[in-house]
């Protein structure tokens, strides 16, 4: 239920993605991230589609040195050759799902906006930047980076 008292209708719709990383679940991805039944169906796989092709684009490289060891398929891939292959489809389907969110955060004032159905903690600007931060980390997590880097000038 959402804090404006809608019942949360639950879409089982998959989002197909390059069969190389996993594909996205809109069910999953409401579930997950406790999204306010105010967001239509339509806003939800606009924003999870731009989400799954911008961690894609930061993560182009990681793909082709997999794809070079022979991986087709991070799900299903040997575990001789990518062990952790469960953690890494996981890991993706956060940086989607959190940059979805992310992204979802920021248009629900446009969504609703009634003094009653108002809840800050939908609007906060930090809670967005909370989590493109999530969606960050686990996009480095992914290109076997850890959450901070430096270089020497």
């Given at each position: 239920?959402?804090?404006?008292?809608?019942?949360?209708?639950?879409?089982?719709?998959?989002?197909?993605?390059?069969?190389?990383?996993?594909?996205?679940?809109?069910?999953?991805?409401?579930?997950?991230?406790?999204?306010?039944?105010?967001?239509?169906?339509?806003?939800?796989?606009?924003?999870?589609?731009?989400?799954?092709?911008?961690?894609?684009?930061?993560?182009?490289?990681?793909?082709?040195?997999?794809?070079g060891a022979g991986i087709t398929s991070v799900e299903s891939a040997d575990p001789?050759?990518?062990?952790?292959?469960?953690?890494?489809?996981?890991?993706?389907?956060?940086?989607?799902?959190?940059?979805?969110?992310?992204?979802?955060?920021?248009?629900?004032?446009?969504?609703?906006?009634?003094?009653?159905?108002?809840?800050?903690?939908?609007?906060?600007?930090?809670?967005?930047?909370?989590?493109?931060?999530?969606?960050?980390?686990?996009?480095?997590?992914?290109?076997?980076?850890?959450r901070i880097t430096a270089v020497l000038l």
């Amino acid at each position: 239920m959402s804090f404006s008292g809608k019942p949360t209708t639950f879409v089982e719709q998959a989002i197909e993605n390059d069969g190389f990383w996993p594909n996205l679940s809109v069910a999953e991805f409401q579930k997950g991230y406790r999204l306010p039944a105010e967001f239509l169906v339509d806003m939800l796989v606009a924003d999870l589609t731009t989400a799954m092709i911008e961690v894609n684009q930061d993560l182009a490289k990681r793909k082709s040195q997999w794809q070079g060891a022979g991986i087709t398929s991070v799900e299903s891939a040997d575990p001789m050759v990518l062990p952790e292959r469960t953690f890494h489809a996981a890991t993706y389907k956060r940086a989607a799902y959190c940059r979805a969110k992310a992204s979802l955060l920021s248009q629900f004032a446009s969504v609703v906006r009634r003094e009653s159905a108002e809840n800050l903690g939908k609007e906060e600007p930090e809670r967005k930047e909370t989590f493109l931060e999530f969606s960050q980390q686990a996009v480095r997590s992914l290109q076997g980076r850890g959450r901070i880097t430096a270089v020497l000038l």
